[in-house]
């Protein structure tokens, strides 16, 4: 439940980051950024992936990064779907956004999935270390 908690806050913290870095990028000084209450258990989510990372660790980085990229289109994707299904709406929405899928993904965002998969390796090594004490 721990890690849970801390993949939630980390991910809503990089989402504010992100979005606020993006409206610095389209002219807003201010660093307008925002979040969703549904992004919380959705980057909690992550906890589910440690035993993946543990079963992929001898692989390749680049192997890795892919898998990542696939693995977080795949629940961005799903996510996305299940709220609309559920609620009316998407938390995001692509539709005027190149290379998007049905709106819930991005294609041109496969960089970022793939760096961040490989930053939670990182982070889920570190919170092993940690508890571990």
Known sequence: MRNYVIYGILGWCAEIAWTGLGSLLAGDP?????????????????????????????????????LWTFVFFAVEYLAGWLLRALVGASPWDYFGAALNIHGLIRLDYAPVWFCLGLFYEKLHDWLQRIQAR
């Open 30 to 66: 201010r660093l307008t950024a925002k979040t969703y209450l549904w992004m919380f258990p959705i980057y909690g989510l992550a906890v589910f992936l440690e035993p993946v990372h543990d079963r992929i660790r001898p692989w390749p980085v680049l192997a890795r990064g892919l």
